[in-house]
């Protein structure tokens, strides 16, 4: 099932912030509007969201969750996971850091046009919720033949 | 003259230093104390146990990893919060604490590390005689 795990070093991310940074110093910062529903930075879960012709990734990065606490639903292209992280805060220790996420969250997220909300899979591994939805078939590209 | 060199050495050595920060994740920790020892909780999302590196070098405890996602070849990146993978972060050891018996756990993504003290150094009850 994971035969295409590869560390993605170097990769599209990489390459997305570099991107995201040149145009931040070509439309200096702040002048660029920002989506009506993009979070502030460091909005807990950090989310990676790539797509392919066939259909959309979403990746949350939220380690030590119970999957049960999960709700993922999605509303024709809009996608909100919300859920707990229940950190195992100890009684009559002494805490010096405490900078782990614990309560609530909520996200939501605005997919491209074309997903099919039916077509849903989520999975979680080693603290990464991976979300998959399918593209509608309409739109995949097609290769037109010239007669 | 060298005086000159080793400023550009070090003004090098700084900006090497920034750019290795870049590159890297912190990883959000939890530190707590208990009368056993020292337990540390790291957040480290997509880790797995044979990318995770634990070191302790005299009193410096490092901990490294390597996030790996399940991408299709053919993505292209939408949005990204987290643009880097490789998540590093150490911390110094005081001397009361036993380095050699380390206990270290990974589930989901969340690294447990708990830092025995050693025996001697556990606090003891002093029991106050009635004369």
Request: charged fraction near 30%.
């Amino acid at each position: 099932m994971f035969a295409t795990l590869r560390p993605f070093e170097g990769s599209f991310f990489d390459d997305f912030r570099s991107l995201e940074r040149e145009m931040g110093q070509l439309f200096g910062s702040g002048s660029w509007p920002n989506g009506i529903r993009s979070p502030a930075r460091g909005a807990y879960p950090p989310i990676n969201v790539g797509s392919t012709p066939n259909q959309v990734d979403v990746y949350l990065f939220a380690a030590g969750l119970d999957p049960k606490s999960l709700d993922i639903s999605i509303q024709h292209n809009l996608l909100t996971i919300a859920g707990e992280r229940k950190a195992d805060t100890r009684e009559g220790v002494n805490y010096y850091r405490k900078e782990c996420f614990n309560g609530t969250f909520r996200r939501t997220i605005t997919l491209p046009e074309d997903v099919d909300p039916d077509k849903v899979d989520a999975s979680y591994k080693d603290g990464v919720l991976h979300i998959t939805i399918q593209r509608r078939e309409v739109v995949k590209p097609r290769q037109i033949e010239i007669k | 003259m060298t005086e000159r060199k080793d400023l550009e050495k070090q003004e090098s050595k700084a900006t090497q230093q920034i750019k290795q920060d870049e590159c890297i994740l912190r990883p959000q920790v939890d530190i707590c104390e208990d009368a056993t020892g020292i337990t540390l909780q790291a957040d480290m999302p997509g880790v797995s146990k044979d990318r995770l590196d634990i070191q302790v070098d005299k009193d410096t405890l490092s901990i490294a990893g390597d996030a790996c996602l399940d991408t299709p070849d053919d993505m292209e990146p939408l949005y990204a919060d987290i643009g880097v993978t490789r998540y590093q972060r150490s911390f110094s050891l005081s001397g009361e604490l036993d380095a050699t018996k380390i206990d270290a756990t990974l589930k989901d993504g969340l690294l447990t590390l708990h830092i025995p003290k050693r025996e001697e150094h556990k606090p003891r009850k002093i029991e106050v005689r009635t004369g």
